[in-house]
């Protein structure tokens, strides 16, 4: 398609006449500023939107979003309505990923609150909230489970304890569309889904702690609960494996019955089947079984996400709730009734990669938002802004009561793989303060904000078209993608440097499963009194040198000075165990305090016992707390940024040694002026 093929209708809108391709039934039309219609007409996205037109039942006109791009049948970006008794509904106007749509949460955390407690916030989340291909939730369905949660969406998380009633008011269609029938779903598709409620998956999906940056609309943006400065939440997912598998059969499924009614298509990518049809019937179905398990699935994610905030914000702020402001879809075929030619008509209305934005006063909005109209959100590309938009009476009008979804793309997944860098993407993402939790760097370059339109020059053309009108825009602070298993994918080769970012991590986290595996069952022998002690007379002195090279490597941005008198007795100790003491303690130190600081190691005796210390210039400890650090699990506040998170048994680990030896370990400390601990071991 060329640019000489449109007709100009206004600023932002282009048609393609019926007269562009045989078998049109209506015009078509793309919404787009000039400058961005070269890039909308780069891939075949625009003969999509004219095969669109050719649908059987098709009213109006098919339309074509501003973030515009090419899909499977219909354009992503694109909308259609059918009307019965000849309207068609087709698995290509929904898409593979069913629902995939965004829930946006508001919060009563300002900015500089959350800076501190970022990095743990981000993992927390990303520990919390399971992401990557194929990967498992916390949850384990039976199948009987499961087609009660494809019947019921939100309304089974309702009941299940993971969402409140004002979560259900503030979701599209309360997080349950009607008509879903779980017999018309294969026994693979429910494999699939069977364990992944609660999950992320890879792709284009996030969660993301945003803040606000800037309001546009003061009145709606109160309305929603969002201020200037601060913070929200945005997860972005849709019905993972379930849905796929649904679209997966309708399209092989629906081949038969093209030719059953003798509907003739420009792609065989369209198959369709009228929606009065069994087969037509079959299919919306499953899909709504598919739209309801991403409701379901984007709930269970807010009950992990509200749990994550509450685990590392509890006590340090004053309110670190989420609360909801609305949960919108993107790929749906859903019935609603439009004005077309002077009469409401009810209607199938296709949304692919677009999403509803319904005005003020119309049925379906929350009573919450009837006169400001239906929250639209529109994420951008990682890294970059996303908006919060409203619905508009002009929308209802124009589109269907439609608008954009997200930036659009403006280079395929495989070509952004071969032209962009994971690694050095993250690493341009965390210099300017984003920080970042994703297992694949393949993941992130497909999902860069190169490979995408900037979102900016979207939400500019709806904004001016009239079809939504901004409220707020939001930045990312932390984003948290969908991870793989990137080193054994067969289809991707790597470059020595990627791999090699892939297998520090991967020695990390093994040395981390490594030492919290260790270090539970140290407990379990502390606390069961069946740790054994193997004492042998030692110095002090060859203790440390035994450990000295771990300690290098603990404190390799820290100055540690060591003080062991030359006359210091020998004593009774079991060396590694004590070694392992020193170790942990000094891995404390390194936690709580700035890089470059000092961190000593010293010791001294008296008639009784030897007195070995560990002191740091850190941020010190409440004197209330003092006696809690050694309990397990007890994990204090005020870690430095980028320390990882320590397992909460290193303390209590230590105490449990100290005392098998028949000693005492203690803490001085004042909040802001490090910590000394202490421990004494008997001469005798």
């Given amino acids: 398609m060329r640019k000489q093929d449109l007709k100009r209708v206004s600023e932002y809108v282009w048609e393609v006449p019926k007269s562009f391709q045989d078998g049109m039934r209506v015009p078509a039309r793309l919404y787009s500023s000039e400058r961005m219609l070269d890039l909308a007409l780069r891939d075949r996205s625009g003969i999509q939107l004219a095969n669109t037109a050719t649908l059987p039942g098709v009213v109006k006109y098919t339309l074509a979003m501003p973030d515009m791009h090419q899909g499977y049948g219909f354009p992503i970006g694109g909308v259609a309505a059918t009307e019965a008794p000849d309207g068609v509904i087709s698995p290509g106007g929904v898409g593979y990923d069913i629902n995939c749509g965004v829930r946006l949460l508001s919060t009563k955390i300002l900015r500089e609150e959350i800076e501190p407690y970022l990095e743990d916030l981000t993992t927390a989340l990303y520990h919390n909230c399971p992401s990557g291909v194929g990967e498992k939730g916390h949850l384990r369905l039976s199948q009987k489970e499961l087609d009660q949660l494809a019947v019921e969406g939100s309304k089974w998380a309702l009941k299940k304890g993971y969402a409140r009633r004002e979560d259900l008011e503030r979701t599209e269609e309360s997080g349950q569309l009607a008509g879903a029938d779980p017999s018309q779903v294969s026994q693979r598709a429910k494999q699939r889904g069977m364990p992944q409620v609660g999950t992320l998956g890879a792709g284009n999906h996030f969660i993301e702690i945003d803040v606000i940056d800037k309001v546009y609309d003061e009145k709606a943006a109160g309305v929603m609960g969002l201020s200037l400065g601060g913070i929200a939440l945005q997860i972005h997912c849709g019905s993972r494996g379930f849905g796929h598998q649904v679209c997966d059969d309708y399209v092989k499924r629906l081949q038969p019955a093209v030719h059953k009614y003798g509907i003739q298509l420009p792609d065989r990518q369209l198959v369709c089947a009228p929606f009065e049809s069994p087969e037509g019937q079959a299919y919306y179905g499953a899909m709504a079984c598919a739209a309801n398990y991403a409701f379901a699935n984007r709930q269970v994610l807010l009950h992990y996400a509200r749990q994550s905030f509450e685990q590392i914000l509890a006590g340090k702020v004053a309110d670190w709730d989420l609360y909801q402001v609305y949960d919108i879809a993107h790929n749906m075929a859903k019935f609603e009734t439009h004005e077309v030619d002077g009469q409401r008509k009810r209607l199938c209305i296709h949304r692919k990669g677009a999403t509803r934005a319904f005005g003020p006063g119309q049925p379906g909005v929350p009573a919450v938002y009837q006169e400001i109209g239906q929250p639209?959100?529109?994420?951008?590309?990682?890294?970059?802004?996303?908006?919060?938009?409203?619905?508009?009476?002009?929308?209802?009008?124009?589109?269907?009561g439609s608008t954009c979804h997200g930036a659009g793309r403006t280079m395929s997944r495989a070509e952004a793989k071969r032209r962009i860098h994971g690694g050095k993407l993250k690493d341009q993402l965390e210099r300017q303060g984003i920080v970042i939790r994703a297992g694949s760097l393949k993941g992130l370059a497909e999902e860069a904000p190169d490979a995408y339109k900037e979102v900016?020059?979207?939400?500019?053309?709806?904004?001016?078209?009239?079809?939504?009108?901004?409220?707020?825009?939001?930045?990312?602070?932390?984003?948290?993608?969908?991870?793989?298993?990137?080193?054994?994918?067969?289809?991707?080769?790597?470059?020595?440097?990627?791999?090699?970012?892939?297998?520090?991590?991967?020695?990390?986290?093994?040395?981390?499963?490594?030492?919290?595996?260790?270090?539970?069952?140290?407990?379990?022998?502390?606390?069961?009194?069946?740790?054994?002690?193997?004492?042998?007379?030692?110095?002090?002195?060859?203790?440390?040198?035994?450990?000295?090279?771990?300690?290098?490597?603990?404190?390799?941005?820290?100055?540690?000075?060591?003080?062991?008198?030359?006359?210091?007795?020998?004593?009774?100790i079991d060396d590694i165990r004590i070694g392992q003491v020193l170790t942990n303690l000094v891995e404390n130190a390194v936690k709580f305090s700035d890089d470059n600081t000092n961190i000593r190691i010293e010791a001294e005796s008296n008639d009784k016992d030897i007195i070995v210390s560990v002191t740091d210039q850190g941020s010190g400890i409440p004197p209330e707390i003092h006696e809690k650090i050694f309990e397990r699990f007890f994990q204090g506040n005020g870690s430095k940024a980028g320390r990882r998170k320590g397992t909460g048994l290193g303390l209590a680990i230590c105490r449990g040694i100290i005392e098998a030896h028949g000693g005492k370990i203690w803490v001085e400390s004042q909040p802001d002026q490090g910590a000394r601990f202490t421990f004494s071991l008997p001469l005798n």
């Fill in 376 to 400: 639209v959100l529109v994420p951008g590309s990682m890294g970059t802004a996303s908006y919060v938009l409203v619905g508009t009476q002009e929308s209802m009008e124009q589109t269907f």
């Fill in 456 to 572: 900016d020059n979207v939400v500019a053309v709806v904004h001016g078209a009239g079809i939504a009108r901004k409220v707020a825009r939001l930045r990312p602070l932390a984003v948290i993608k969908g991870s793989a298993n990137s080193l054994l994918q067969s289809d991707v080769i790597f470059d020595e440097s990627t791999r090699q970012y892939f297998l520090q991590s991967i020695d990390k986290d093994a040395d981390t499963l490594t030492r919290l595996v260790d270090d539970l069952l140290m407990m379990s022998r502390l606390e069961a009194e069946a740790l054994e002690v193997k004492r042998k007379l030692c110095k002090l002195s060859e203790v440390i040198e035994t450990i000295q090279d771990r300690l290098d490597n603990l404190t390799v941005k820290h100055q540690l000075q060591v003080n062991i008198p030359d006359d210091l007795p020998p004593v009774n």
